[in-house]
Protein backbone atom coordinates (compact mmCIF):
# COMPACT_ATOMS: atom_id res chain seq x y z
CA UNK A 1 0.00 0.00 0.00
CA UNK A 2 1.69 3.71 -1.21
CA UNK A 3 1.82 5.69 1.93
CA UNK A 4 -0.52 9.30 1.42
CA UNK A 5 2.42 11.87 2.58
CA UNK A 6 1.54 15.47 0.60
CA UNK A 7 4.87 17.00 2.72
CA UNK A 8 8.28 15.86 3.26
CA UNK A 9 8.58 14.89 6.63
CA UNK A 10 11.86 15.44 8.54
CA UNK A 11 13.27 13.19 11.53
CA UNK A 12 16.20 14.42 13.04
CA UNK A 13 18.22 12.01 15.16
CA UNK A 14 20.63 13.29 17.69
CA UNK A 15 23.01 11.53 20.40
CA UNK A 16 23.55 12.37 24.21
CA UNK A 17 25.37 11.15 27.16
CA UNK A 18 28.43 9.54 25.20
CA UNK A 19 29.59 8.90 21.36
CA UNK A 20 29.51 5.72 19.34
CA UNK A 21 26.17 4.81 20.70
CA UNK A 22 24.84 3.77 16.92
CA UNK A 23 22.99 6.88 15.56
CA UNK A 24 24.05 5.64 12.19
CA UNK A 25 22.67 2.24 12.45
CA UNK A 26 19.50 3.54 14.25
CA UNK A 27 19.15 5.69 11.32
CA UNK A 28 19.79 3.22 8.62
CA UNK A 29 17.33 0.52 10.61
CA UNK A 30 14.65 3.44 10.79
CA UNK A 31 15.26 4.12 7.00
CA UNK A 32 14.66 0.24 6.17
CA UNK A 33 11.47 0.28 8.59
CA UNK A 34 9.66 3.24 7.22
CA UNK A 35 10.69 2.07 3.27
CA UNK A 36 9.42 -1.38 4.20
CA UNK A 37 6.10 0.88 4.95
CA UNK A 38 5.82 1.87 1.57
CA UNK A 39 7.84 5.48 1.96
CA UNK A 40 10.39 7.34 -0.28
CA UNK A 41 13.22 7.40 2.10
CA UNK A 42 16.71 9.20 2.26
CA UNK A 43 19.52 9.67 5.20
CA UNK A 44 21.87 12.54 5.58
CA UNK A 45 24.87 13.00 8.09
CA UNK A 46 26.27 16.22 9.09
CA UNK A 47 29.54 15.93 10.74
CA UNK A 48 30.88 18.58 13.06
CA UNK A 49 34.64 18.52 11.82
CA UNK A 50 36.08 21.73 9.86
CA UNK A 51 37.83 19.37 7.47
CA UNK A 52 35.90 19.58 4.17
CA UNK A 53 35.67 15.58 4.07
CA UNK A 54 37.05 12.19 5.80
CA UNK A 55 38.97 12.14 2.58
CA UNK A 56 42.60 13.13 3.80
CA UNK A 57 41.81 11.84 7.50
CA UNK A 58 43.82 8.90 8.77
CA UNK A 59 41.85 5.98 8.84
CA UNK A 60 42.63 5.48 12.97
CA UNK A 61 41.22 8.91 13.54
CA UNK A 62 38.01 8.49 11.51
CA UNK A 63 37.73 5.38 10.01
CA UNK A 64 36.86 4.43 6.89
CA UNK A 65 36.20 6.97 3.80
CA UNK A 66 33.31 5.54 2.24
CA UNK A 67 32.83 6.84 -1.56
CA UNK A 68 29.64 7.69 -3.21
CA UNK A 69 28.97 6.63 -6.91
CA UNK A 70 29.36 10.57 -8.25
CA UNK A 71 32.80 10.70 -6.00
CA UNK A 72 31.81 11.83 -2.67
CA UNK A 73 34.64 10.75 0.17
CA UNK A 74 32.07 10.71 2.93
CA UNK A 75 31.85 9.17 6.71
CA UNK A 76 31.24 5.53 6.94
CA UNK A 77 27.48 5.85 8.55
CA UNK A 78 26.73 6.81 4.80
CA UNK A 79 27.79 3.26 4.07
CA UNK A 80 25.43 1.75 6.84
CA UNK A 81 22.49 4.02 5.30
CA UNK A 82 23.03 2.13 1.50
CA UNK A 83 22.98 -1.14 2.84
CA UNK A 84 20.15 -0.95 5.33
CA UNK A 85 17.96 1.00 2.96
CA UNK A 86 19.55 -0.40 -0.70
CA UNK A 87 19.43 2.92 -2.27
CA UNK A 88 22.51 4.57 -3.52
CA UNK A 89 23.17 8.33 -1.88
CA UNK A 90 25.43 11.74 -3.12
CA UNK A 91 27.63 14.01 -1.88
CA UNK A 92 24.90 15.70 -0.98
CA UNK A 93 23.99 13.44 2.07
CA UNK A 94 26.95 14.43 3.59
CA UNK A 95 27.49 17.88 4.78
CA UNK A 96 29.99 18.99 7.28
CA UNK A 97 30.96 22.09 9.49
CA UNK A 98 34.35 22.74 6.69
CA UNK A 99 31.51 22.96 3.98
CA UNK A 100 29.19 24.82 5.64
CA UNK A 101 31.75 27.49 6.54
CA UNK A 102 33.98 27.39 3.15
CA UNK A 103 30.57 27.99 1.23
CA UNK A 104 29.43 30.92 3.53
CA UNK A 105 33.13 32.62 3.11
CA UNK A 106 33.40 32.21 -0.73
CA UNK A 107 29.68 33.97 -0.53
CA UNK A 108 31.15 36.94 1.94
CA UNK A 109 34.37 37.04 -0.59
CA UNK A 110 31.76 37.41 -3.81
CA UNK A 111 30.29 40.30 -1.69
CA UNK A 112 26.65 38.49 -1.64
CA UNK A 113 25.91 39.68 1.85
CA UNK A 114 25.83 43.59 0.90
CA UNK A 115 28.27 44.59 3.53
CA UNK A 116 26.48 42.79 6.69
CA UNK A 117 28.22 41.17 9.62
CA UNK A 118 28.44 37.64 8.78
CA UNK A 119 27.73 35.55 11.66
CA UNK A 120 26.96 32.02 12.70
CA UNK A 121 23.68 33.18 13.12
CA UNK A 122 22.01 33.52 10.81
CA UNK A 123 24.55 32.95 8.18
CA UNK A 124 25.83 29.96 9.20
CA UNK A 125 22.57 28.43 10.32
CA UNK A 126 20.91 29.16 7.18
CA UNK A 127 23.40 27.42 5.18
CA UNK A 128 22.64 24.54 7.18
CA UNK A 129 18.99 24.85 6.84
CA UNK A 130 19.15 25.46 3.22
CA UNK A 131 21.65 21.85 3.13
CA UNK A 132 19.29 19.92 5.33
CA UNK A 133 16.44 21.11 2.51
CA UNK A 134 18.12 19.40 -0.20
CA UNK A 135 15.90 16.44 -0.73
CA UNK A 136 11.99 18.70 -0.23
CA UNK A 137 10.01 17.23 -1.86
CA UNK A 138 11.86 14.57 -3.37
CA UNK A 139 11.33 12.08 -0.28
CA UNK A 140 8.70 11.19 1.65
CA UNK A 141 10.75 11.05 4.28
CA UNK A 142 14.16 13.17 5.37
CA UNK A 143 16.61 11.25 8.01
CA UNK A 144 19.06 13.84 9.21
CA UNK A 145 22.05 12.60 11.76
CA UNK A 146 23.47 14.96 13.43
CA UNK A 147 26.88 14.08 14.53
CA UNK A 148 28.82 14.60 17.43
CA UNK A 149 27.13 14.38 21.36
CA UNK A 150 24.80 17.33 22.32
CA UNK A 151 26.99 19.24 24.02
CA UNK A 152 29.62 19.17 22.27
CA UNK A 153 30.69 23.02 21.20
CA UNK A 154 31.03 21.84 17.47
CA UNK A 155 27.58 20.75 17.25
CA UNK A 156 25.50 23.47 18.66
CA UNK A 157 25.01 25.23 15.20
CA UNK A 158 23.58 21.83 13.67
CA UNK A 159 21.35 21.76 16.74
CA UNK A 160 20.35 25.63 15.98
CA UNK A 161 20.02 24.53 12.59
CA UNK A 162 17.51 21.82 13.34
CA UNK A 163 15.78 23.82 15.85
CA UNK A 164 14.67 26.52 13.66
CA UNK A 165 13.83 24.12 10.71
CA UNK A 166 11.61 22.02 13.20
CA UNK A 167 9.84 25.18 14.33
CA UNK A 168 9.40 26.34 10.81
CA UNK A 169 8.08 22.89 9.28
CA UNK A 170 5.95 22.19 12.41
CA UNK A 171 5.29 19.29 14.79
CA UNK A 172 3.15 16.79 12.08
CA UNK A 173 6.23 17.55 9.89
CA UNK A 174 9.60 17.45 12.38
CA UNK A 175 10.66 14.52 14.35
CA UNK A 176 13.49 14.64 16.87
CA UNK A 177 15.01 11.66 18.25
CA UNK A 178 17.28 11.45 20.85
CA UNK A 179 19.69 8.22 21.43
CA UNK A 180 20.72 8.06 24.72
CA UNK A 181 22.21 5.58 27.31
CA UNK A 182 20.74 3.51 30.63
CA UNK A 183 23.65 1.98 32.16
CA UNK A 184 23.79 -0.73 34.59
CA UNK A 185 26.00 -0.32 37.64
CA UNK A 186 26.57 -3.52 38.08
CA UNK A 187 28.13 -2.97 42.37
CA UNK A 188 24.44 -1.24 42.91
CA UNK A 189 22.65 -3.99 40.85
CA UNK A 190 20.48 -1.22 38.78
CA UNK A 191 20.16 0.63 35.78
CA UNK A 192 20.66 4.70 36.34
CA UNK A 193 18.39 6.93 34.47
CA UNK A 194 19.70 9.86 35.62
CA UNK A 195 22.27 10.52 32.55
CA UNK A 196 19.67 10.44 30.17
CA UNK A 197 17.70 13.06 32.03
CA UNK A 198 20.61 15.22 32.45
CA UNK A 199 21.35 14.89 28.23
CA UNK A 200 17.72 15.76 27.63
CA UNK A 201 17.90 18.52 30.11
CA UNK A 202 20.95 19.90 27.77
CA UNK A 203 19.01 18.96 24.61
CA UNK A 204 16.18 21.32 26.09
CA UNK A 205 18.39 24.16 26.50
CA UNK A 206 19.20 24.49 22.76
CA UNK A 207 15.30 24.61 22.62
CA UNK A 208 14.90 20.90 20.98
CA UNK A 209 12.13 19.01 23.11
CA UNK A 210 12.91 14.98 22.02
CA UNK A 211 9.15 13.61 20.59
CA UNK A 212 10.71 9.77 21.02
CA UNK A 213 13.71 8.25 23.20
CA UNK A 214 15.62 5.59 22.29
CA UNK A 215 17.24 4.04 25.13
CA UNK A 216 21.13 1.86 24.94
CA UNK A 217 21.44 -0.78 27.24
CA UNK A 218 22.01 -3.83 28.09
CA UNK A 219 19.01 -5.30 29.36
CA UNK A 220 15.04 -5.48 28.92
CA UNK A 221 14.02 -2.27 31.48
CA UNK A 222 11.26 -2.28 33.74
CA UNK A 223 7.82 -0.62 33.27
CA UNK A 224 8.51 1.94 36.16
CA UNK A 225 12.04 2.26 35.04
CA UNK A 226 10.47 3.43 31.55
CA UNK A 227 7.93 5.61 33.15
CA UNK A 228 10.57 7.49 35.31
CA UNK A 229 12.25 8.02 32.40
CA UNK A 230 8.91 9.62 30.07
CA UNK A 231 7.87 11.19 32.76
CA UNK A 232 11.40 13.13 33.71
CA UNK A 233 11.98 13.57 30.14
CA UNK A 234 8.60 14.88 29.58
CA UNK A 235 7.80 12.28 26.84
CA UNK A 236 5.05 9.68 26.48
CA UNK A 237 5.70 6.07 27.82
CA UNK A 238 4.87 4.73 24.40
CA UNK A 239 7.75 6.89 23.06
CA UNK A 240 10.36 5.34 25.39
CA UNK A 241 12.10 2.72 22.85
CA UNK A 242 14.77 0.51 23.77
CA UNK A 243 17.58 -0.56 21.88
CA UNK A 244 19.24 -3.40 23.40
CA UNK A 245 22.37 -4.51 22.19
CA UNK A 246 22.29 -7.20 19.24
CA UNK A 247 24.61 -10.21 18.21
CA UNK A 248 24.87 -8.58 14.95
CA UNK A 249 24.15 -4.60 13.66
CA UNK A 250 21.62 -6.25 11.09
CA UNK A 251 19.42 -7.46 13.72
CA UNK A 252 18.91 -3.88 14.67
CA UNK A 253 15.91 -2.80 12.58
CA UNK A 254 13.84 -6.12 13.45
CA UNK A 255 14.51 -5.10 17.54
CA UNK A 256 13.14 -1.47 16.37
CA UNK A 257 10.05 -3.29 14.75
CA UNK A 258 9.52 -5.11 17.56
CA UNK A 259 9.91 -2.41 20.06
CA UNK A 260 7.67 -0.57 17.69
CA UNK A 261 9.40 2.35 16.83
CA UNK A 262 8.28 3.00 13.25
CA UNK A 263 4.60 2.70 14.64
CA UNK A 264 5.70 5.80 16.96
CA UNK A 265 7.22 7.73 14.56
CA UNK A 266 4.30 7.52 11.57
CA UNK A 267 1.91 8.14 14.11
CA UNK A 268 3.45 11.36 15.08
CA UNK A 269 4.33 12.79 11.68
CA UNK A 270 0.54 11.85 10.88
CA UNK A 271 1.13 9.74 8.10
CA UNK A 272 -1.69 7.23 6.66
CA UNK A 273 -1.98 4.77 4.66
CA UNK A 274 1.50 2.52 5.30
CA UNK A 275 1.64 -0.86 5.58
CA UNK A 276 3.11 -3.13 8.34
CA UNK A 277 6.35 -3.71 7.25
CA UNK A 278 7.58 -7.41 7.10
CA UNK A 279 11.23 -7.98 7.11
CA UNK A 280 10.45 -11.55 5.70
CA UNK A 281 13.65 -11.57 3.54
CA UNK A 282 15.89 -9.78 5.88
CA UNK A 283 15.12 -12.21 8.33
CA UNK A 284 16.47 -14.92 6.68
CA UNK A 285 19.35 -13.12 6.42
CA UNK A 286 19.78 -12.38 9.18
CA UNK A 287 19.02 -16.20 10.08
CA UNK A 288 22.06 -16.92 7.85
CA UNK A 289 24.14 -14.03 9.66
CA UNK A 290 23.71 -16.09 13.07
CA UNK A 291 23.37 -19.67 12.67
CA UNK A 292 25.11 -20.75 9.04
CA UNK A 293 25.60 -24.12 7.87
CA UNK A 294 29.68 -23.60 8.08
CA UNK A 295 31.99 -21.19 8.60
CA UNK A 296 35.60 -20.38 6.59
CA UNK A 297 38.35 -18.52 7.85
CA UNK A 298 39.68 -15.28 5.73
CA UNK A 299 42.84 -13.82 6.34
CA UNK A 300 42.79 -10.02 6.09
CA UNK A 301 45.82 -8.52 5.38
CA UNK A 302 46.86 -4.84 5.91
CA UNK A 303 48.40 -2.16 7.99
CA UNK A 304 45.43 -0.75 9.82
CA UNK A 305 44.23 -4.38 11.26
CA UNK A 306 44.43 -2.54 14.91
CA UNK A 307 41.57 -0.38 14.03
CA UNK A 308 38.76 -2.19 11.78
CA UNK A 309 36.69 0.68 11.42
CA UNK A 310 39.29 1.39 8.63
CA UNK A 311 37.65 -1.82 6.74
CA UNK A 312 34.40 -1.02 7.65
CA UNK A 313 32.70 -1.96 4.49
CA UNK A 314 34.81 -5.15 3.23
CA UNK A 315 33.85 -6.39 6.40
CA UNK A 316 29.99 -5.98 6.19
CA UNK A 317 30.83 -7.22 2.47
CA UNK A 318 32.48 -10.42 3.85
CA UNK A 319 29.53 -10.81 6.07
CA UNK A 320 26.92 -10.69 3.44
CA UNK A 321 28.76 -13.13 1.15
CA UNK A 322 28.66 -15.21 4.40
CA UNK A 323 24.90 -15.54 4.19
CA UNK A 324 24.77 -15.97 1.02
CA UNK A 325 27.10 -18.89 0.80
CA UNK A 326 25.58 -20.07 4.21
CA UNK A 327 29.27 -19.66 5.85
CA UNK A 328 30.12 -17.76 8.71
CA UNK A 329 32.90 -15.91 7.81
CA UNK A 330 35.85 -15.68 10.37
CA UNK A 331 38.10 -13.31 9.56
CA UNK A 332 41.84 -13.31 10.80
CA UNK A 333 43.27 -10.27 11.17
CA UNK A 334 46.71 -10.21 10.04
CA UNK A 335 49.78 -6.91 10.23
CA UNK A 336 51.05 -7.22 6.53
CA UNK A 337 54.25 -5.35 8.55
CA UNK A 338 54.93 -8.21 10.67
CA UNK A 339 54.98 -10.87 7.85
CA UNK A 340 59.19 -10.62 6.42
CA UNK A 341 59.87 -13.79 5.22
CA UNK A 342 57.93 -16.36 2.88
CA UNK A 343 58.10 -18.59 6.15
CA UNK A 344 56.41 -16.23 8.16
CA UNK A 345 53.60 -15.81 5.40
CA UNK A 346 53.11 -19.78 5.32
CA UNK A 347 52.96 -19.83 9.43
CA UNK A 348 50.30 -17.10 9.95
CA UNK A 349 48.12 -18.32 6.19
CA UNK A 350 48.41 -21.72 7.51
CA UNK A 351 44.97 -22.06 8.74
CA UNK A 352 43.19 -19.64 6.68
CA UNK A 353 41.04 -20.64 3.78
CA UNK A 354 41.16 -17.27 1.48
CA UNK A 355 42.68 -14.57 1.69
CA UNK A 356 42.31 -10.54 1.19
CA UNK A 357 44.67 -8.14 0.81
CA UNK A 358 43.46 -4.70 1.69
CA UNK A 359 43.37 -1.25 0.09
CA UNK A 360 45.44 1.46 1.16
CA UNK A 361 48.33 3.93 0.59
CA UNK A 362 51.75 4.71 1.30
CA UNK A 363 54.50 1.74 1.44
CA UNK A 364 54.60 0.60 4.77
CA UNK A 365 53.36 -2.71 5.10
CA UNK A 366 54.05 -3.41 1.15
CA UNK A 367 56.95 -5.87 1.08
CA UNK A 368 54.71 -8.46 3.57
CA UNK A 369 51.42 -8.32 1.46
CA UNK A 370 53.89 -9.10 -1.64
CA UNK A 371 54.90 -12.02 0.33
CA UNK A 372 51.72 -13.12 1.43
CA UNK A 373 50.39 -13.13 -2.13
CA UNK A 374 53.44 -15.32 -3.55
CA UNK A 375 52.20 -17.89 -0.94
CA UNK A 376 48.67 -17.90 -1.93
CA UNK A 377 49.38 -17.94 -5.47
CA UNK A 378 52.33 -20.46 -5.20
CA UNK A 379 50.00 -22.59 -2.89
CA UNK A 380 46.32 -22.04 -4.55
CA UNK A 381 44.40 -20.83 -1.58
CA UNK A 382 42.04 -17.79 -2.80
CA UNK A 383 42.79 -14.58 -3.44
CA UNK A 384 41.17 -11.18 -3.47
CA UNK A 385 43.18 -8.01 -3.67
CA UNK A 386 41.32 -4.82 -3.95
CA UNK A 387 42.54 -1.72 -5.08
CA UNK A 388 46.77 -1.59 -3.43
CA UNK A 389 46.10 -4.81 -2.90
CA UNK A 390 45.55 -5.88 -6.31
CA UNK A 391 48.67 -3.24 -7.70
CA UNK A 392 50.63 -5.94 -4.96
CA UNK A 393 49.16 -8.79 -6.74
CA UNK A 394 50.93 -7.33 -10.07
CA UNK A 395 53.56 -6.36 -8.63
CA UNK A 396 54.37 -9.94 -7.12
CA UNK A 397 53.73 -11.95 -10.42
CA UNK A 398 55.88 -9.41 -12.22
CA UNK A 399 59.04 -10.20 -9.69
CA UNK A 400 58.21 -13.94 -9.35
CA UNK A 401 57.06 -14.78 -12.57
CA UNK A 402 57.94 -12.56 -15.59
CA UNK A 403 61.54 -11.95 -13.78
CA UNK A 404 61.08 -8.17 -13.36
CA UNK A 405 63.32 -8.46 -10.27
CA UNK A 406 62.93 -4.71 -8.94
CA UNK A 407 59.32 -4.57 -10.15
CA UNK A 408 57.15 -2.10 -7.71
CA UNK A 409 55.10 0.93 -8.06
CA UNK A 410 55.97 4.32 -8.75
CA UNK A 411 53.89 5.26 -5.17
CA UNK A 412 56.66 3.87 -3.33
CA UNK A 413 59.65 3.79 -4.93
CA UNK A 414 60.93 5.24 -8.85
CA UNK A 415 62.20 2.23 -10.47
CA UNK A 416 62.89 1.10 -14.00
CA UNK A 417 59.91 -1.36 -13.92
CA UNK A 418 57.10 0.92 -12.35
CA UNK A 419 54.62 -1.57 -13.44
CA UNK A 420 52.40 0.25 -11.28
CA UNK A 421 52.28 4.05 -12.03
CA UNK A 422 50.93 7.21 -11.45
CA UNK A 423 47.61 8.22 -13.70
CA UNK A 424 48.43 10.73 -16.54
CA UNK A 425 45.84 12.79 -15.39
CA UNK A 426 47.07 12.59 -11.75
CA UNK A 427 50.41 14.15 -12.63
CA UNK A 428 51.19 18.01 -11.66
CA UNK A 429 48.14 17.61 -8.73
CA UNK A 430 48.74 18.72 -5.08
CA UNK A 431 45.86 19.29 -3.38
CA UNK A 432 45.47 16.40 -1.56
CA UNK A 433 41.37 16.72 -1.06
CA UNK A 434 39.48 14.63 -3.45
CA UNK A 435 41.67 15.12 -6.26
CA UNK A 436 42.07 11.00 -7.17
CA UNK A 437 40.07 8.81 -9.40
CA UNK A 438 36.73 8.73 -7.24
CA UNK A 439 33.24 7.60 -8.06
CA UNK A 440 31.84 5.09 -10.40
CA UNK A 441 33.15 4.58 -13.54
CA UNK A 442 32.61 1.48 -16.06
CA UNK A 443 34.56 -1.12 -16.62
CA UNK A 444 33.97 -4.43 -19.42
CA UNK A 445 34.75 -7.78 -18.34
CA UNK A 446 36.24 -10.45 -20.50
CA UNK A 447 34.03 -13.50 -20.88
CA UNK A 448 35.27 -16.56 -19.56
CA UNK A 449 37.26 -15.67 -16.56
CA UNK A 450 35.88 -15.69 -12.96
CA UNK A 451 34.88 -12.02 -13.16
CA UNK A 452 32.59 -12.47 -15.93
CA UNK A 453 31.58 -15.63 -14.24
CA UNK A 454 30.85 -13.38 -11.01
CA UNK A 455 29.16 -10.61 -12.06
CA UNK A 456 27.38 -12.76 -15.33
CA UNK A 457 27.53 -9.45 -17.17
CA UNK A 458 29.88 -8.06 -19.68
CA UNK A 459 29.39 -4.10 -18.11
CA UNK A 460 29.47 -3.24 -14.75
CA UNK A 461 30.13 -0.10 -13.02
CA UNK A 462 31.94 0.59 -9.75
CA UNK A 463 33.03 3.04 -7.42
CA UNK A 464 37.21 4.21 -7.35
CA UNK A 465 39.47 5.82 -5.11
CA UNK A 466 42.78 6.26 -6.25
CA UNK A 467 46.22 8.15 -7.93
CA UNK A 468 47.86 5.24 -9.43
CA UNK A 469 47.25 2.58 -12.41
CA UNK A 470 48.36 -0.59 -14.14
CA UNK A 471 51.02 0.61 -16.38
CA UNK A 472 50.49 0.05 -19.86
CA UNK A 473 54.44 -0.03 -20.68
CA UNK A 474 54.24 -3.76 -19.31
CA UNK A 475 50.44 -4.94 -20.10
CA UNK A 476 52.10 -7.52 -23.20
CA UNK A 477 54.98 -8.56 -21.40
CA UNK A 478 52.88 -9.58 -18.37
CA UNK A 479 50.23 -11.05 -20.46
CA UNK A 480 52.67 -12.65 -22.33
CA UNK A 481 53.90 -14.16 -19.10
CA UNK A 482 50.54 -15.86 -17.96
CA UNK A 483 48.58 -12.84 -16.70
CA UNK A 484 45.23 -12.38 -17.51
CA UNK A 485 43.76 -9.15 -17.62
CA UNK A 486 39.74 -9.73 -17.10
CA UNK A 487 38.00 -5.78 -17.16
CA UNK A 488 39.17 -2.89 -18.75
CA UNK A 489 37.86 0.30 -19.17
CA UNK A 490 35.30 1.22 -22.34
CA UNK A 491 38.59 2.62 -24.12
CA UNK A 492 40.41 -0.41 -23.43
CA UNK A 493 43.12 2.69 -21.45
CA UNK A 494 42.78 1.51 -17.79
CA UNK A 495 43.30 -2.04 -16.56
CA UNK A 496 40.65 -2.77 -13.83
CA UNK A 497 40.97 -6.56 -13.25
CA UNK A 498 43.75 -8.99 -13.37
CA UNK A 499 43.05 -13.23 -12.23
CA UNK A 500 44.92 -16.06 -12.99
CA UNK A 501 44.42 -19.10 -14.92
CA UNK A 502 44.60 -22.25 -13.24
CA UNK A 503 44.09 -21.03 -9.68
CA UNK A 504 40.97 -21.87 -7.61
CA UNK A 505 40.22 -18.24 -7.37
CA UNK A 506 42.95 -15.34 -8.35
CA UNK A 507 41.31 -11.68 -8.51
CA UNK A 508 42.19 -8.94 -8.19
CA UNK A 509 40.51 -4.78 -9.41
CA UNK A 510 41.19 -1.87 -9.06
CA UNK A 511 37.75 -0.47 -7.97
CA UNK A 512 36.45 -1.04 -4.65
CA UNK A 513 33.28 -3.31 -5.28
CA UNK A 514 32.66 -3.51 -0.92
CA UNK A 515 30.98 -0.61 -1.33
CA UNK A 516 27.94 -1.46 -3.15
CA UNK A 517 27.63 -4.52 -1.25
CA UNK A 518 24.59 -4.76 0.70
CA UNK A 519 22.16 -6.83 2.95
CA UNK A 520 20.44 -9.36 1.60
CA UNK A 521 21.81 -9.46 -1.81
CA UNK A 522 25.62 -9.12 -0.91
CA UNK A 523 28.32 -8.58 -3.97
CA UNK A 524 29.22 -10.39 -6.36
CA UNK A 525 33.05 -10.74 -6.02
CA UNK A 526 32.55 -10.99 -2.88
CA UNK A 527 29.89 -13.85 -2.71
CA UNK A 528 32.05 -15.65 -5.49
CA UNK A 529 35.07 -15.31 -3.64
CA UNK A 530 33.63 -16.44 -0.01
CA UNK A 531 32.58 -19.41 -2.41
CA UNK A 532 35.73 -20.47 -3.45
CA UNK A 533 37.36 -20.21 0.46
CA UNK A 534 34.35 -22.90 1.16
CA UNK A 535 35.37 -25.20 -1.78
CA UNK A 536 39.00 -24.93 -0.48
CA UNK A 537 37.64 -25.39 3.17
CA UNK A 538 36.03 -28.78 2.37
CA UNK A 539 38.80 -29.85 0.04
CA UNK A 540 41.44 -29.09 3.03
CA UNK A 541 39.47 -30.39 6.06
Known sequence: MAAKVK??????????????????????????????????????????????DPGTMNPYQHGEVYVTDDGAETDLDLGHYERFVQAPVTRQNSVSTGQIYFEVIQRERQGKYLGKTVQVVPHITDEIKRRMTTFDKKFDVVIIELGGTVGDIESMPFLEAARQLGLEQGRTNALFIHLTYVPFIKSAGEVKTKPTQHSVRML?????????????????????????????????????????????????????????????????LHIQRTSKPTLTEWAKFVQRVKKPKTKVT?????????????????????????????????????????????????????????????????????????????????????F???????????????????????????????????VIDLMPDQRGITNKGGTMRLG??????????????????????????????????????????????????????????????????????QFHPEFKSVAVGGHPLFVSFIGAAVTHQGKSA
Not at 231 to 250: K, P, Q, W
Not at 396 to 408: I, K
Not at 455 to 477: T, W
Open 7 to 52: KTKYIFITGGVLSSLGKGITSASLGLLLKERGLSVTIMKFDPYINV
Open 204 to 268: MEYGIQPDILVCRCEEELEKDVKSKIALFCNVEEDAVILALDAETIYEVPMHYAKAKLDDAVVRK
Open 298 to 382: IGFVGKYVQHQDAYKSILEALTHAGAMNNARVEVKYIDSEKITSPEIAAEVLSETHGIIVAPGFGSRGIEGKILAIQHVRENGIP
Open 384 to 418: FGICLGMQCAVIEYARNVCDLTNANSGEFKKVKNN
Open 440 to 509: SYPCVLKEGTKAFESYKSQIIRERHRHRYEFNNDFREELEKGGLIISGVSPDARLVEMIELPNHPWFVGC
